[in-house]
């Protein structure tokens, strides 16, 4: 190789050396104008209004009412959105402890602040007697710890029972009944008879009664409707082994 064509070669090197210095040097100047342009926007984001909750929105509840859920949660209109983004589980876990009806949570952040709470519950199947004070019972058999002084909603009473596995059957097969005879019972008492620890008698909404055995109330209870139509007056219908009524003044 030619001097000449050596000191060529040199140059073409060195001024790509001088090229990638200044490249990188341009990059990393950017990279810290773009960090420091990103971290004024980030304590200006804190100090902002746009970081606080500035609303929360409860969808799912039955039971349940709204306000029950945000104060479960312990988030208002000065939390931060960024500690609830990242103690989700967190507070999704604080508010099913609270309150043991929830079946599902899920937070959701809407709008740069807004806060979204998804919930499923648990159905309740009805409100157990004890001790003057009235227990919610989940579809689940579970009995919620919170006493009320009066049932909430529609929803059946149920007393006397002091077997826990007759309980439990009795409310698996109230929830196996159709809506509209769900409906139309206002209290389940327990009457267990020497012959039928399974016995219960319905106090229907109509004023009557019914008598029927737990294991074979879901079959049962089909005929209700029809028997009740054709009764003249209130009374009881006897379901436990065959299928008739009488009148409260025949007792």
């Known amino acids: 190789m030619s001097e000449e064509k050596r000191l060529r070669t040199v140059k073409t090197e060195k001024k790509k050396a001088r090229d990638f210095?200044?490249?990188?040097?341009d990059n990393i100047k950017n990279f810290i104008i773009g960090a420091i342009v990103l971290l004024v926007l980030f304590i200006a984001y804190l100090g902002s209004p746009l970081s606080k909750t500035s609303q929360i929105n409860v969808s799912g509840i039955n039971d349940l009412g709204e306000q029950q859920v945000i104060n479960?949660?312990?988030i208002s209109t000065d939390t931060s959105v960024l500690n609830v983004f990242s103690h989700k589980r967190t507070y999704e876990q604080r508010v099913k402890d609270d309150?043991?009806?929830?079946k599902t949570i899920n937070f959701d952040i809407d709008s740069f602040n807004k806060l979204d709470i998804k919930i499923k519950e648990y159905e309740t199947v009805g409100f157990i007697l004890k001790d003057g004070h009235y227990y919610r019972i989940l579809e689940t058999g579970k009995t919620v710890s919170k006493k009320l002084k009066l049932p909430i909603g529609n929803y059946p009473v149920?007393?006397?029972?002091?077997n826990k596995d007759v309980l439990d059957n009795t409310i698996k097969q109230y929830a196996k009944l159709d809506l509209k005879i769900k409906n139309s019972i206002s209290e389940v008492k327990y009457e267990p008879a020497k012959l039928d620890k399974n016995k219960v008698r319905l106090y229907m909404n109509d004023g009557n009664e019914v008598i029927v055995n737990t294991k074979t109330m879901v079959k049962k209870m089909k005929y209700y409707p029809s028997i009740s139509s054709q009764m003249k007056e209130k009374g009881v219908v006897d379901l436990e082994v065959g299928s008739f009524s009488y009148p409260f003044s025949s007792k």
């Open 21 to 25: 210095k200044a490249f990188v040097v």
């Open 72 to 74: 479960a949660s312990k």
């Open 99 to 102: 309150l043991q009806t929830i």
């Open 158 to 162: 149920y007393s006397g029972f002091d």
